[in-house]
């Protein structure tokens, strides 16, 4: 007689740290065996310096334990932490495909985030290369931050033959632009 397949036990969950302890939960979650899930990002300033890795969700990290098997001291009693996030008193579920989806979207970003925009400074050209705007000519803004994300300022309207321009703020993902060149003024050459 074949045992039915039973759903796996262990579910991801959400705890709530103290301000800036995030690292501190992590290390001892992993010392008592508890898989963990912090998700960062590298922030930069002015593009290239690297300013530190920080918390995508501030004050928040996943958790894949059966609560069941896992002793309450284990997660009541670490330095740092609050608890488990609950809703009308039970512990809050991630779904493990959208535990999926949100490591393959951060994997993702940080893949073509900072690549994109290696050098880019407020002004600078670049071309929209994907989404409705794809193929339009932008000048780069800012970067967003917490993100991979950027502002872009998309020319649009021309006020006649005065030369003044209205420009459209765009929030992008980073990787939907690329670095265009200027061009050089002065004499063409033949």
Known sequence: MATPHLPHPRKWHVLRTQPRKERLVVSQLRIRDIEVYYPTYLRKV??????????LFPGYLFVRADLEQVSSSALNWI????????????????????????????TAVHRTGDEMLAGCKKGDPVCVTRGPFSGYSALFDSRLPGRKRVRVLLALLRNGGHGSTRCLPLELDAGDITKRH?????RRRH
């Open 46 to 55: 002015n593009g290239e310096t690297f300013a530190g890795e920080l918390a």
């Open 79 to 106: 330095p740092g932490l609050y608890g488990l996030l609950k809703f009308g008193g039970r512990p809050a579920v991630i779904a493990e495909h959208m535990m999926n989806k949100l490591r393959a979207r951060l």
């Open 182 to 186: 200027r061009r050089r003024r002065g």
